[in-house]
T-cell receptor
Framework: GDSVTQMEGPVTLSEEAFLTINCTYTATGYPSLFWYVQYPGEGLQLLLKATKADDKGSNKGFEATYRKETTSFHLEKGSVQVSDSAVYFCALTTGFQKLVFGTGTRLLVSP | DTAVSQTPKYLVTQMGNDKSIKCEQNLGHDTMYWYKQDSKKFLKIMFSYNNKELIINETVPNRFSPKSPDKAHLNLHINSLELGDSAVYFC????????????????FGEGSWLTVV
């Protein structure tokens, strides 16, 4: 079945450091790929998405590129802030619109 | 205005009780979902409804019964609550399946924190 694998956290960074959170997937067909973010005590928010190979999703300084050849959708940000501390979920959907989530990666940014 | 709203946000109840979580979306979407997030933050789909009809039913105990009175509402009723039901339950919605240009984006509510004691 479809699945998403994320790097285990927590990822601990200092403010202004470069962030990469790895995400790889296994899917039948051609999935759409997503990153969702969950801030402490809050719900899930869509951060960015990409619907086909080589698409780049971007939002709030975060970027991820849909790489079909490596089945990856790594999340990057050039300079993280304390306010970026959250849990980040990589996810995919296929034709049945069923979101399959990775296990989440907690990011902790210190001043 | 909240696009996907669910109530209550917090619920503490005793084992054996029956409780409901309500969800409403004002996005005009046809498809609604319930997801469960466990204590390890793992998220998994429970149910999906399209135009009030059940289309996805993952392996969920039959103590959980979703009800969709109309396409803007999807409520979750849980009978005979158990300790293991403690979790965060997220309602979500998405545009009609044929609108694939949207990339099937699914929009979530803020979650309902259920604690069974």
């Amino acid at each position: 079945g479809d699945s998403v694998t994320q790097m285990e956290g927590p990822v601990t960074l200092s403010e202004e450091a470069f962030l990469t959170i790895n995400c790889t997937y296994t899917a039948t067909g051609y999935p759409s790929l997503f990153w969702y973010v969950q801030y402490p005590g809050e719900g899930l928010q869509l951060l960015l998405k990409a619907t086909k190979a080589d698409d780049k999703g971007s939002n709030k300084g975060f970027e991820a590129t849909y790489r079909k050849e490596t089945t990856s959708f790594h999340l990057e940000k050039g300079s993280v802030q304390v306010s970026d501390s959250a849990v980040y979920f990589c996810a995919l959907t296929t034709g049945f619109q069923k979101l399959v989530f990775g296990t989440g990666t907690r990011l902790l940014v210190s001043p | 205005d909240t696009a996907v709203s669910q109530t209550p946000k917090y619920l503490v109840t005793q084992m054996g009780n029956d409780k409901s979580i309500k969800c409403e979306q004002n996005l005009g979407h046809d498809t609604m979902y319930w997801y469960k997030q466990d204590s390890k933050k793992f998220l998994k789909i429970m149910f999906s409804y399209n135009n009030k009809e059940l289309i996805i039913n993952e392996t969920v105990p039959n103590r959980f019964s979703p009800k969709s009175p109309d396409k803007a509402h999807l409520n979750l009723h849980i009978n005979s609550l158990e300790l293991g039901d403690s979790a965060v339950y997220f309602c979500a919605s998405s545009p009609p399946i044929q609108e694939t240009s949207s990339g099937n984006t699914i929009y979530f509510g803020e979650g309902s924190w259920l604690t069974v004691v």
